[in-house]
């Protein structure tokens, strides 16, 4: 028996990491919105490793606080650790890593939830969608419950049809034995929705007394940690070492003499795994070759003994797991606390989806986070944010905001999942972004903020320390640009930094541009009259260094927008287009990419495709036209 329980702008469904941001974005926006969780217990839950961050991933965490966004704060409020990776390597590869305290990360995040106004969280299990005259307006839940709204975001992560496999063991389940979604899949196979079944993992948690840390080797956060957030200036909080050990040759062997009891090769898992977070089982047998594979111990938190083993992740049996556990140096005599497990789960075939993340099926229906195809907390709240502003401007009658590839990682991802879709849960790496030297860790707010605060998402104050911030750093490269060095001046800091001497009078800019000065090694000699912090300082060395690249990459972005402005009409009918491949044919009608940039890179569209079809729509545009 149905009732009417409520009246909403935007509905979310599901609390995890998407579902948490785009209900966070929608209310901040002015949208009345209620953010529907099966348990109240589980808001932004870690299922799977402790931490946020890393290659790509931090890039997009930083522009999703670029953008007014809520994971950065939170993790920077939370952290046990943190580390800038790969700092012997370009700016354009740093990655700013955090590892969790899980329970408070999640707890923080609830709380924030139930202190933003306009927001409404409520437990309940979603069960079917609403759809009317062809528009998605509402939800019901297993109570009866109907809630509407004029615009739906579903985040259900990897619970649609949930199975958690444990070797011989399977059964139903969400992650960490929660109640698995079924019915909300069937919905959606109802409404006509192409699913495909994925499989993610875990590792099992060990007891941190039981470890013995001096066979390992300790992994210590940053001594001046860089923070997520542009708003956090400081953190008391203390850092907690993780640690670093290997598999063994006994470890090998015990994994090949029980692959007879493997899931994943005995038939059991029919789902898709991630190829880039293989299970250990999967590297045993692919990476027959090595000798031996890295194992992080990671602590959960300041307050729990479980430790999380990283790089272990297996669905093996749980007695075949002590048995590996207990193969590793420092974990001979270890208890295992919680068993690693496999899930396997129903997501939507990404394709279907525009690049605001509304479905091209249902208007009025948006989908983020792992429901299309993606693995990551980090890609499911890009993805999340962008799913809330967009669901928020179509009930507020906006159009949507899509961010291109060379605006952001959250571009690369959100393109790549809609014009390419996913043969597997995906990951965002560095080396999907083409742009990559303009997609920085460092530069994050220049490039999304402005966006950020149009859209109602960034409070004015911040925005004017933003701008205070882009302006110092517009005039510290003037100031340099116009200051002159006698040789004399540099001469003994040159020479410190092992630098060549100068003969004749140069300007600052010009020695700074070579690779071994930094900003400190001019402080001596040029000290700068404005108020800049590190972070000003670390924006202004970067931009000048890697002047020439920029703008290289500036010039492909332009060509690329040329593309981008070539709009396509929705209701082209691509067979109607003479001289086009078949199967450019069949893939554009199944995409309906919305400019020639999209079709640009659509899979078995050939630059002769776009040739006869750019033709095709002068053509189109000039018949329209005269229609009048």
């Known amino acids: ?54 290659p790509a991933k931090g890039h997009v965490v930083r522009e999703i606080d670029a953008l007014g966004g809520e994971m950065g704060r939170n993790i920077d409020k939370t952290f046990i650790q943190l580390r800038m990776l790969n700092t012997g390597k370009g700016p354009a590869v740093h990655a700013l890593r955090a590892q969790a305290d899980k329970f408070l990360y999640q707890h923080t995040m609830k709380q924030t939830i139930e202190d933003t106004d306009r927001l409404t969280l409520r437990q309940g299990m979603a069960e079917e969608l609403i759809v009317e005259e062809g528009q998605c307006v509402g ?4 109570t009866g419950a109907e809630y509407r709204a004029k615009s739906i975001v579903v985040t259900t ?10 070797g011989e063991l399977m059964y139903e389940s969400g992650p960490n034995n929660q109640q698995p979604s079924v019915k909300l899949s069937e919905s959606l196979r109802g409404l006509g929705f192409e699913l495909v079944r994925f499989k993610t993992g875990t ?5 941190k007394d039981t470890i013995d840390f001096d066979r390992t080797e300790i992994q210590p956060g940053d001594e001046n940690p860089k923070f997520f957030s542009y708003e956090t200036e400081y953190s008391g909080n203390e850092q907690l070492p993780c640690w670093l050990t290997y598999t063994s040759e006994e470890t090998h062997k015990i994994i090949n003499d029980n692959l007879h009891r493997a899931p ?32 992080f111990l990671e602590p959960e938190g300041k307050n729990t003994s479980e430790y999380y083993v990283q790089g272990l992740s297996t669905s093996m049996p749980e007695d075949v797991q002590l048995a590996i556990l207990r193969s590793i140096p420092g974990l001979e005599r270890v208890e295992m606390m919680r068993t690693g497990y496999a899930i396997e789960y129903d997501a939507v075939v990404p394709t279907q989806l525009w690049p605001s993340l509304e479905t091209k099926l249902v208007p009025g229906l948006f989908t983020a986070g792992q429901i299309n195809g993606t693995s990551g907390y980090e890609e499911a709240a890009g993805q999340g944010i962008m799913a809330g502003i967009n669901a928020a401007r179509k009930a507020l009658g906006k159009d949507p905001v899509v961010i291109d ?6 571009g690369v991802l959100i393109d790549d999942l809609v014009t390419k879709g996913t043969s597997e849960p995906y990951r965002l790496l560095t080396s999907r972004a083409e742009y990559r030297l303009l997609l920085r860790h460092d530069n994050a707010d220049l490039r999304l903020t402005p966006l950020g605060y149009e859209i109602g998402l960034i409070p004015q104050a911040r925005y004017e320390r933003f701008l205070r911030k882009k302006a110092l750093v517009e005039q510290e490269i003037e100031r340099l640009k116009a200051t002159k060095i006698r040789p004399e001046e540099a001469q003994r800091m040159l020479e410190a930094a092992g630098s060549a001497p100068v003969s004749n009078t140069v300007d600052a800019l010009s020695l700074l541009r070579r690779p071994e000065i930094a900003f400190a090694h001019l402080e001596a000699i040029a000290p700068s ?34 593309m981008e402005k070539k709009r396509i009409p929705e209701d082209i009918d691509y067979y109607d287009v003479q001289g086009l491949a ?47």
């Open 139 to 142: 939800v019901r839940t297993k």
């Open 1 to 54: 028996m149905s009732y009417q329980a409520g009246q909403y702008d935007v509905i979310v469904v599901g609390a995890g990491h998407a579902g948490c941001e785009a209900a966070l974005a929608s209310a901040r926006m002015g949208c009345e919105t209620l953010l529907l969780t099966i348990n109240l217990d589980m808001v932004a839950f870690m299922p799977c490793n402790p931490s946020i961050g890393g």
């Open 203 to 207: 590792p099992p948690r060990v007891h």
């Open 157 to 166: 992560g990897t619970y649609l049809r949930g199975k958690v496999i444990m």
């Open 405 to 410: 590839r060379s605006q952001g990682y959250i």
């Open 529 to 562: 009259p404005l108020e800049l912090t590190d972070e000003m300082k670390e924006q202004v060395e970067i931009q000048i260094k890697y002047t020439g690249y920029i703008e290289k990459q500036l010039q492909q972005v332009e060509r690329l927008a040329k």
């Open 582 to 628: 078949n199967e450019a044919k069949h893939n554009m009608s199944k995409i309906r990419p919305l400019s020639i940039g999209q079709a640009s890179r659509i899979s078995g569209v050939t630059p002769a495709d776009l040739s006869i079809l750019l033709v095709y729509l002068e053509h189109y545009n000039r018949v329209v036209a005269a229609r009048g």
């Open 264 to 295: 994943m090769f005995s038939g059991q898992i029919e789902g898709t795994g991630p190829r880039y977070c293989p299970s250990i089982e999967d590297k045993i047998v692919r990476f027959a070759d090595k000798p031996k594979h890295q194992i």
